[in-house]
């Protein structure tokens, strides 16, 4: 079945001027966020900005091989950039204020980069959660701890393009790049909420109760547009909006239908379903029962021993985890044991859950 690139070797002689901005053109540059820019991209708002074609060039002289994403992200970013960049249709887009951070005291993964449109909007992509440990621990903050320093960053840097920029604004992620998109475009000032068009959450989590019960996410959750996968893990976590958009995938399981590329496209739009499966409907109660059950000092708590098991098998990141199979299963095993019942089986829990990402 077709995706997204596919899309592009059909649709990309059309430019965006012929055929407006749709939902491919966004997960498209949700996905270019994960490509590295530095070197040739600076983080400044106010610099000048680089054709994406030669983004492709500087990159393809970095990573004659292609860039290594890690053990969960797609190598198919690279073949992305490549036919992107070489199409008519993004042949003048442009790349702006690329950011990576990663922080392990303050529990930190962001990352994004701006993309100029020919029509002088811009596409402000936050990057999902990538090979880091850290990346997948400040996911679990978002049950207990709000906002996240990511969350915090969105805002900050959503902000410096607005007023770098006086365009029109489209955001957008994958994963938890999909939640930075929403946050950033909720708890940003009126004065740019006001140029938002719109802010695509691609599978990324939702938020908890208290906050899309606030001021300030029901004035801006219209802008919000949620694309999920029919049986979605990650993008049911939390509370989902009411502008939900099912999409088909042909990968099966949730976890395996979280790559976009496993996404169907039918000319410029996804294949739309009718609804979630039953598995997504059980993904999303066994989370909203975890939810329920316990306080936000427990989440925390929980979070903290998941990953000392995971420190305990002498990992940082998930290809770090995956090369040493037998040693990291061991040391979790091991440092499991001494548990209570509910924490060990939580714990297992979330575990496997990255060993299903890692290994399939």
Known sequence: MPNMLDYIRWR??????????????????????????????????????????????????????????????????????????????????????????????????????????????????????????????????MSYG?????????????????????????LGGHSKGGNLAAYAAVFSPETIRDRIITAYNNDGPGFMKDIISSPEYLAGKDKIYTIVPQSSLVGMLFETTENLHVIESTAHGGANQHTPYSWVVLGAAFNHLDSITDEGRRNDSVFDQWIAGSTPEEREKFTDTVFSVLEAAGSKTLTDFGANKLRNVTAIMKAIAGFDKATRDNALMFVKRLIEAIWG
């Open 12 to 141: 990309g002689d059309i430019p965006l001027s012929s055929s407006p901005f749709n939902e491919i053109d966004n997960i498209i540059f949700s996905m270019l966020s994960f490509i590295d820019y530095s070197g040739i991209i600076t983080e400044s708002a106010s610099s000048s900005p680089v054709r994406l074609s030669d983004c492709l060039d500087y990159h393809r002289e970095k990573y004659p091989s292609g860039q290594d994403f890690g053990a969960i992200i797609p190598k198919d970013n690279n073949a992305l950039l490549s036919l992107a960049a070489g199409s008519k249709r993004f042949e003048d887009t442009y790349v702006l204020a690329y950011r990576d951070e990663i922080d392990e005291n303050e529990v930190k993964q962001f990352a994004a980069v701006t993309f100029i449109l020919p029509d002088n909007s811009v596409y402000v992509a936050f990057r999902g959660t990538d090979d880091t440990f850290v990346g997948w621990k400040e996911d679990l903050a």
């Open 146 to 170: 709000f906002p996240t320093a990511s969350q915090r960053a969105s805002v900050e840097y959503l902000s410096q393009i607005a007023e770098n920029h006086r365009g029109k604004i489209r």
